[in-house]
Every structure is written in structure tokens, then in C-alpha cells.
């Protein structure tokens, strides 16, 4: 597995690349695996409006270093351009705007190449960009669009299976929507630290066991050096069997039992010593109503567990082989594969590192067994070993995004969910103040929704196409103070608005391309005014 | 609905989607404040000061010359390094070297027409009240917690009920990986940084005898390299956390221990994550946190809509985007015990047999204190002084004695002061344990 072939490898002695140090900062966080992706990735921004809102996103990809990015744009540039776009100067005037766009984004970083369609004014054909153009990883819209131009998207989408993203932004609200060709598993989320560890310490295997059992043999005649450097998941073990004991055999699960073994653990601690007491035994008392947990199945692996691929091409892909090979593993041994790392814990070294070592062991055991039943399966023999081993040690963190019908590019609008949502957000308006929820921005999304093809409308206008597509929300005072908002713009963006949008746009598209933490499924609203997002599901 | 007048600035076509904006009401303006025919020339006689020309900083000084200000000064005394330019936009490979203040400025000021960007290459605590004065809006994009207290303490101390021209907002952004934060701070009115200054907990350290005898982690070694090895040998006269081949004498020295130990994880990357305290930075995060912060800037400059930090209303967005999106929203209290802007001493738990010594250096990690220079005196007398030497060396005989010896009493105050805040006498009641 990865980590094996990296503690092997002799020790660099020269420091890192050039190209390392530029990336220094965001390789912390995506790592070489996801900066590949990256820079293979091809994107097309179909850009419309003030076109700001697309710009500052591939500024936010340009700097990281996507591979490369098609603007298409029939806009020429204008004075009131240079009032809101950042990557347009005073000789842009008069000329192509994805051009000048273009120009100026690809002085930010060397390594990325891109391109621009027309090349004239008045040349535009999206279908001929399209079809000559090597095949997008993901495509970019911005609204208002030409409906013409969004149906040749919709069927590109369709044809290759590509993400889409839109975006609309005006005044001081903005949204945009991810649109997944179907379900989109992630195995890299990245969670928080403190989250991963599992010791099981409820159902040990035999070398723990053994390991806790030598340590504690005479627990009370050690001497206080050794006493005070027991590893905290040792003291655990060994009260946990006295406790057992004394219980018929039973764990401390219910929460009074836990707090009486949390006091019994406490007891133990020796405080005749010159520091009064014992940091492993105070740490070993904090992780009690934590660690003393029967091991339960997290709702993303069970949501993969539950979910049935429908495509032939997606069920035959690793992701779906490892995952049926995981679920054999849970059906017998009613416990996911053990991840491995253990949280530092005041110790010897070298006893932590035995410990380090029995949790490591057991996860490579478990792994193999998993590969062992994806070697067993049609392909699986073709199935990367790290990939197993990556799924086995995030498999309480796996998880699965757009996993329900719909969601694809073919549902820019479902009418049937978009009434189901609405009718939701606004009964919980009206319970807003006794629980002490924010209100739903729900209005600005059908406020903004409503001018998807037309340059700038007026509140009324607004409002009857909102009642058109969601009926009855016509009346709905929040809906009429959004519409007039939005109104208010007149379709014109507000830089600080497509800017903020642009940095979560890119955000959401590194996180497709990278399959790297968590993207919103599927619509994320935001409201400049109150300054806040919420993320629903259209 | 009549459509409402739009008040065109000098270039009404240039400023067309801003004015529609800034110079009319919309349904959520407040009409007894808002006059949009008075926007676009208040805006231009306004002066904002940017402090940082990092990350935030380059987001900031482009979002605010495209929100029409049109007086801007800028503030950061570093120079570009071959890292910045995963984020920082306005610098290219040809200015590694250069200061970041002039470059940026140069840069926003070619590209965006009738903007004035002033740069200044020097700490902040080079300038005094007089020059923050000038300023209507202070927005900062910083990523030490120290020069954030000290612009704060600053602005709090300038306010003068009688002058309004003494109350200037400040913005602040920060960002971490996928996460961040803006709030609006009115000095006086709504709480204030040392009012929020747990929600910045110091990173706990790792306890000196873990470094120095039994290593478990990589980090243990890259710090026993770090702290004790480096001292012991020397190899450099002065340890440049820059200089690749120090960090790499570093690395080797942290390597050999792990193997010692048999830990595994030592990198090279790991080493100078630890040795430089490097935070991930993401553009993504930054343009989205910038962008907050130069929205509300907008907002308090022309009143065209509510913004954070209004009476009994939000002040602070909480932004995290590893999981989904998600922005937390709310007010934070102003803290009557602030040693800032409030008057009451703030607790601080004590134990009688501590040392002062152990006093000092529970004011470092306290979460409410985090005064890493503290001089401590009495009502009646003086405990310790970090200087003038003399008196240093006339106090220092305290540091040994306990709280008990002092003559310490429950409830009693204590008065601390310290080189970083030097506007700020922090009060503390002694709460015994």
C-alpha cells in the first residue's frame, strides 16, 4: 500500500521542486494525487451577462493549475465591462471579451494553457466549439443563456457524462448548481482528525489483547514511571475486562454505566506522586464516553451499502467493486475494515510504536482480506491494491453524492421537487422565530431563477414567472422582496458578489475534479445581504 | 413599482451595474439613511486602508477599486516568495524578492482606471493615531492574531464620543484551508477582537519532555531537531526558516531521530510545514472571504443595504467548505470584562501554590489572555517588569515565589501590561482553584 512504499523510499536529500514550492500551500491540503487531476483537467466556461462571475472562477483554477480552459464568449468588451471585471484593461475595448479575458488569466500561471471561441464577433457556434474541441472534464454556465445554447450544453452533458456546473449572479445574490451525470462517490473526504479514530476497544483481537494483558499484569505493583506511561487504550482494556468481571461479562454501554466506569478509571489514578496525578489516566477518563462505543455502521458507507448501481459501465467500476467486497466483509464480520491510526497518547516510545504497529498489522490484515474478495469478482483482478486500501482505511467516511433520481443536467428544473422544497422552506418560515432558524433563501434562487434567459426583468415580471414554476409562491411576501431585489440589478453584477461566487464555484469545481472532500449536492444560494449560503437539494 | 433613480457617477457607463446598486434603494435599505444622490462623491472623497498584501490582501485592494473606492492605502512589510504565487494574483515569478505592498499596488492601479493606491512597506505599529485617523474604513486581511489585537486595541483607544470622525469601522477576514471567517467590528458599539479572542485557541505545544526523551510522533522529532538539536550544534549562526538548506539540515537530523525511534513520516515537507507553522492557503478560500469582507465595505460606505455589525444585529460569517458549504451567521457579544473595550477585570483562575513564573506562563496559553510578554503588578506593588533591565532584575527574585509568599488574595486585581499592546492595561480578578 501507499504508506508502506513511502517509508521505504530513501530520504530526499534535496528540498522540493520549484514547482512544489509554488504549490506548497495547497498540496497540504489536496496532495500530488489531487494536483494531477487537476492539471489534466479541461474545462469550458460558456460565459454570458457581465461575465464576471466566470472569470473570477477560473481565476480561483488558473492559479492552482488546471490544465487548460475554452471561454466561449460572443460578448465585445465595453466601458462598463472594465467597471466589474477584474481581467479586462483599457486596450480590451472593442475587442473579443473572451480574448482579452483569456489573455490577461493566463499571465497568473505559465503552466496552464487556454483558449477563447469566436474569434470574431457575430462567429459563434457552441455545437462547432464542441465538437472540435478534445472532451471537456466539466462545463461551466453562467445565466442569463441563450436557451438554444443551453439545450446544445445539456446534450454534450448527456452524451459524455459531464458535470455541469451553473452559475447566476446579480446584485447581491447569486447561486449555482453542480449537475452529476449520476451518483458520485467519494472515498477522500478528508475528515476531521479527531473523527477517524476507532480503536475497538469493545472488541479487540487477540494481539491487542495479548498486548494490553503484558503491560497490566501487576498493575498495581508497577512502579510509578511505568504506571504513569501505560497508553491510555491499555488502561482502557485492562478496566474494561475488571469491569466485565464484575458485570457478568457485560460492557458499560448504557450512559450511567459509563459514567460509573469512567469513576472507576478515575479512581485508579495514582495522585501520591509529585505531580499529584497521572496525565495517561486523565487522558484515558476523557476518551471514556468516546472510545467505549459499540461500533455502529456511519450513514455514508450505509447509503453505498444500500445504493444499486443502474448503469453497467458505473457497477463495473472499482468504486463499486471495492464497495460490494466492504459490504461482504461488514455481512460477516459485522464491523468495517479497522482504519488503523492511532491518536498520539502519552507512552514510551517504544511501546506506543508496538501499538502503533498491533492497529497497522490489523488494518493490512483486514484490507487484504477485502482485495482478497475484489480479486474474487469479474475485473477485479484489475482493481489498484491502494485504492482497496484507501477505501478500507476512509470506509466509515466514504460517501455518496447525488445518489437519488435526478440531479442531472436534464433537471435544471424538477418541477415536482422544486414544489416539494418550496413547500418545505416555507413552513419552516413560519416556524422560524420559535426555533431560531435562519430564514430559507429559497426566494432568492426562484428571484433569480425566474430571469434564466432574459437580460433584466421587472418585480412583476418576476413575480409571475416565479408563480409560474412554483405555484402559489407569487403571494409570498419574502418571494416579492427578492423579486424587487433583483430587479433592483437589473441583471448587472456587483464584483464582490461574483467574486465571493467564483471562490466557491472553484472551490466545489476542485473538489469534483480532485474527487477530494465534499461537494454541495446540488444548489448553493447566497444572499449578500444578510451574507450567508444555504445549500439545498433541487 | 416606479422605477427609482439611478444618481450616475463621473463615469456613468464605466460604474453602470455598481450605481444601479449603490445609489437606489432596495427593499431592504434603510431609508432614513440611505441617500443615493450623495453615494458615488461620498464614496470618492473616502479613504480606506487595507492592512495585508497576502493573500486577502491582493483580493481585497482588487474587490474595493471595483466597488468604487477610489483612496486606498495599503499596509504589509513583507516581500514575495515563490509560495505566494499559488494565490497571491498580483505577483508574478519576476517580483519573488520584491515587497508585496508596492507591487501590489502598482499592479491594481494599472489595471483598474482612476484608482489611487498608496503603499506603505512597514509594520503597522510604525504608525500612529494621527495616520489611521485619515481613514474611513479599515479592513484587514492579516494572519497573525497579534497585529489584529494591537489595530484593534488601537482603533478602540482613538474613539472620542465627541468626534465622530474617531470611529472607524474595521473589517477582518482569515482564512485557514477550506475555512474562514469575516466579521465587522464598529470600535465601542460591537464586540471587539480581544472580546472574541477565545474563539482563536492557541495550538497546544507539545510538552518539552516528550520532544526531548520519549518521541512518538514526526512532529516530536522535527521539533527535537528544531528546539534542541539545532542549539546544541549550531550548524548555521542564525536559523533562516527560508533557507532551504537549513530546513534541510532540519529534516535530516529530525530523520535520523524517527529512525531511532522507529516512527515512521518524517518528510521534508512535513519539516518545514512544522518549523514554519504553515497554515494551508487555497485561492478559492481567500477570493471568498476577501470578497465578504469588501462586500460589507460597501455596505457601511453607502448604506444601499444592511450590513454586519449594525446595533443588536449579526457581525461575524463563519465560513467552512471541506464538507458542503456552510456559513454560520451570528452576533457576538461585547464582553463587559474586556480588557479593550470593556471595564470589569476578567477572571483568571489561579492556584495559590503557583509560582509567579507559573502565573506568567499561564497568561501565554490562556485562551482569553494570550499575553506572551507580560509585566504583572499589584494595587499596592510591583511583581514583575520585562523592563527596563534594572528593574527587571529588582523583580526577578518574585518569579520563584508563590502566589501564597506574594501575598496574593482571592478576587484581588492584578494589573498586566505587555510590549505588544502597549495601549492596554489588561485587568485581571484572581479566582483561586
Redesign the interface.
Known amino acids: 500500500m501507499t ?1 508502506v512504499v513511502m ?1 521505504q523510499m530513501p ?6 521542486t ?1 514547482k ?10 489536496w496532495a500530488e494525487s489531487g494536483q494531477a487531476a487537476l492539471e489534466s483537467a479541461n474545462l469550458l466556461l460558456v460565459n454570458s451577462g ?1 461575465g464576471t462571475v466566470g472569470v ?1 472562477t477560473l ?2 483554477l488558473v ?3 488546471i490544465g487548460r480552459f475554452t471561454i466561449v464568449d460572443d460578448a465585445v468588451v ?3 465591462d ?3 471585471n ?1 481581467f479586462l ?2 486596450g480590451s475595448l472593442g475587442k473579443m471579451r473572451g480574448q482579452c479575458s483569456t489573455e490577461l488569466l493566463l ?4 503552466e496552464v494553457h487556454g483558449d477563447w471561441y469566436p474569434k470574431t464577433k457575430g462567429d459563434l457556434n457552441l455545437e462547432k466549439v464542441l465538437a472540435t474541441s478534445s472532451t471537456f472534464t466539466l462545463i461551466m454556465y453562467t445565466n442569463p443563456i441563450r436557451p438554444a445554447d443551453l439545450a446544445i450544453i445539456q446534450a454534450y452533458g448527456k452524451q459524455h457524462k459531464t458535470p455541469v456546473v451553473l452559475v447566476h449572479s446579480a ?2 445574490y447569486s447561486y449555482f448548481r453542480i449537475l452529476l451525470p449520476g451518483a458520485f462517490p467519494i472515498v477522500d ?2 475528515p476531521d482528525e479527531t473523527a477517524t479514530t476507532d480503536l475497538r476497544l469493545l472488541t479487540p483481537w487477540p494481539e491487542l489483547v495479548e498486548f494490553a494483558k503484558e503491560l497490566t499484569r501487576d498493575i498495581d505493583s508497577l512502579d510509578n514511571h511505568v504506571h504513569g ?1 501505560l497508553p491510555f487504550v491499555v488502561i482502557l482494556l485492562h478496566y474494561l475486562d475488571e469491569w466485565r468481571a464484575t458485570h457478568d461479562g457485560a460492557y458499560p454501554l448504557k450512559y450511567a454505566e459509563k459514567i460509573a466506569f469512567r469513576n472507576l478509571v478515575q479512581s485508579k489514578m495514582r495522585t501520591d506522586n509529585p505531580e499529584g496525578g497521572e496525565e495517561n489516566f486523565e487522558e484515558a477518563v476523557a476518551a471514556v464516553l468516546r472510545a467505549v462505543q459499540p461500533t455502529s455502521l456511519p450513514s455514508g458507507i450505509r447509503e453505498v451499502f444500500d445504493y444499486k448501481p443502474t448503469d453497467p459501465q458505473e457497477d463495473g467500476s472499482p468504486f463499486w467493486i471495492i464497495a460490494e467486497a466492504v459490504k461482504k466483509f461488514y455481512e460477516k464480520h459485522r464491523c468495517l475494515p479497522v482504519p488503523g491510526n492511532v491518536p ?2 502519552k ?4 511501546v ?2 508496538k501499538l502503533q504497529n498491533i492497529y497497522k498489522a490489523k488494518a493490512r490484515q483486514d484490507a487484504a482480506e477485502v482485495l482478497k474478495m475484489v480479486q474474487a469478482v469479474p475485473g477485479g483482478r484489475d482493481v489498484d491494491p491502494a485504492e482497496v486500501g484507501l477505501f478500507c482505511k476512509n470506509a466509515a467516511f466514504v460517501k455518496l453524492i447525488n445518489a437519488s433520481a435526478g440531479g442531472g443536467i436534464d433537471t435544471i428544473l424538477n418541477s415536482e421537487r422544486l414544489a416539494t422544497v418550496a413547500a418545505q422552506e416555507f413552513s419552516n418560515d413560519e416556524m422560524a422565530e420559535e426555533t431560531l432558524t ?1 430564514l430559507s433563501l429559497l426566494p432568492i434562487y426562484l428571484a433569480l431563477y425566474a430571469t434564466s434567459h432574459v437580460e433584466s426583468s ?3 415580471q418576476i413575480v409571475s414567472e416565479i408563480a409560474k414554476a412554483v405555484p402559489g409562491a407569487g403571494v409570498n411576501q419574502r418571494v416579492v ?1 427578492a423579486a ?2 433583483v ?4 441583471g ?6 461574483s ?2 461566487t ?3 464555484v ?3 469545481v ?1 473538489k469534483v475534479i480532485t474527487k477530494q ?5 446540488n444548489t ?1 444560494i447566497f444572499d ?6 444555504q ?1 439545498l437539494r433541487l | 413599482m416606479a422605477s427609482v433613480e439611478v444618481y450616475p457617477s463621473i463615469e456613468p457607463l464605466r460604474w453602470k451595474y455598481l450605481d444601479r446598486i449603490r445609489t437606489r434603494p432596495g427593499p431592504f435599505t434603510d431609508l432614513d439613511v440611505f441617500e443615493g444622490s450623495a453615494v458615488a462623491q461620498n464614496m470618492d472623497n473616502m479613504k480606506v486602508l487595507v492592512i495585508g498584501a497576502g493573500g486577502l490582501g491582493c483580493e481585497l485592494l482588487k474587490n474595493l477599486a471595483l466597488s468604487g473606492f477610489k483612496n486606498i492605502h495599503v499596509i504589509d512589510m513583507d516581500t514575495i516568495d515563490i509560495s505566494n504565487l499559488n494565490r497571491q494574483f498580483l505577483f508574478r515569478k519576476s517580483d519573488v524578492g520584491k515587497f508585496k505592498a508596492e507591487v501590489a499596488a502598482a499592479f491594481v492601479e494599472s489595471r483598474v482606471k482612476g484608482v489611487s493606491i498608496t503603499p506603505h512597506k512597514c509594520k503597522i505599529q510604525e504608525f500612529d493615531e494621527d495616520f489611521y485617523m485619515q481613514f474611513q474604513i479599515i479592513v484587514c486581511g492579516l494572519d497573525s492574531i497579534e497585529a489584529r489585537r494591537w489595530i484593534n486595541a488601537t482603533l478602540v483607544d482613538m474613539v472620542d464620543e465627541e468626534n465622530p470622525e474617531s470611529f472607524i469601522p474595521l473589517i477582518d477576514g482569515g482564512t485557514e484551508g477550506f475555512q474562514g471567517q469575516s466579521r465587522v467590528i464598529l470600535p465601542t458599539m460591537t464586540a471587539c477582537i480581544e472580546c472574541m479572542l477565545d474563539m482563536h485557541v492557541p495550538r497546544a505545544q507539545v510538552p518539552l519532555c516528550t520532544i526531548a526523551t520519549i518521541p512518538r510522533q514526526p512532529e516530536h522529532c522535527i521539533e527535537w531537531a528544531h528546539q534542541i538539536a539545532w542549539d546544541k550544534e549550531k550548524p548555521f549562526p542564525k536559523l533562516d526558516k527560508d533557507d532551504p538548506e537549513h530546513i534541510t539540515w532540519l529534516y535530516q537530523k529530525a530523520l535520523a531521530r524517527a529512525e531511532e525511534f522507529n516512527i515512521p513520516g518524517v518528510t521534508y515537507s512535513r519539516t518545514q510545514g512544522v518549523v514554519k507553522n504553515i497554515i494551508p492557503a487555497i485561492a478559492s478560500t481567500n477570493a471568498i472571504i476577501a470578497a465578504s469582507c469588501c462586500n460589507e465595505a460597501l455596505k457601511i460606505a453607502t448604506n444601499c443595504a444592511p450590513f454586519l455589525g449594525m446595533p443588536e444585529q449579526n457581525n461575524y460569517m463563519q465560513y467552512s467548505g471541506n464538507d458542503s458549504i456552510y456559513t454560520y451567521t451570528f452576533q457576538t457579544e461585547k464582553k463587559p470584562d474586556c480588557p479593550v473595550c470593556g471595564n470589569r477585570a476578567r477572571d483568571l483562575d489561579v492556584n495559590l501554590g503557583w509560582t509567579l513564573k507559573e502565573l506568567i506562563e499561564a497568561l501565554a496559553v490562556n485562551p482569553s489572555a494570550q499575553l506572551k510578554k507580560p509585566s504583572v503588578r499589584t494595587e499596592k506593588k510591583t511583581l514583575y517588569m520585562q523592563s527596563p533591565p534594572g528593574l527587571e532584575e529588582q523583580t526577578r527574585p518574585n518569579m520563584d515565589k508563590t502566589l501564597l509568599e506574594l501575598g496574593l488574595e482571592e478576587g484581588e486585581q492584578i494589573g498586566v501590561t505587555d510590549p505588544a499592546f502597549p495601549s492596554v492595561s489588561f485587568k485581571f480578578a484572581l479566582r483561586f482553584k
Not at chain 1, 530520504?11 to 522540493?16: I, N, R
Not at chain 1, 449578500?528 to 449560503?533: E, F, V, Y
Open positions: 504508506e517509508e530520504p530526499v536529500l534535496h528540498g522540493p520549484e512544489q514550492r509554488k504549490y506548497d500551500r495547497q498540496l497540504r491540503l457581465c473570477e481565476k480561483n492559479l492552482p493549475g465595453s466601458e462598463a472594465l467597471g466589474v477584474f484593461d483599457e499571465e497568473l500561471n505559465p446584485g447581491f473526504t478528508h506511561h498520539d497518547m507512552a514510551e516510545s517504544e506506543y510504536i435562519p421587472t418585480r412583476e422582496q424587487e431585489e430587479a433592483r440589478a437589473e448587472g453584477e456587483l464584483h464582490n458578489i467574486a465571493l467564483g471562490g466557491m472553484a472551490q466545489e476542485i472532500y465534499i461537494p454541495i449536492d448553493c449578500g445581504i444578510g451574507s450567508r449560503c445549500v
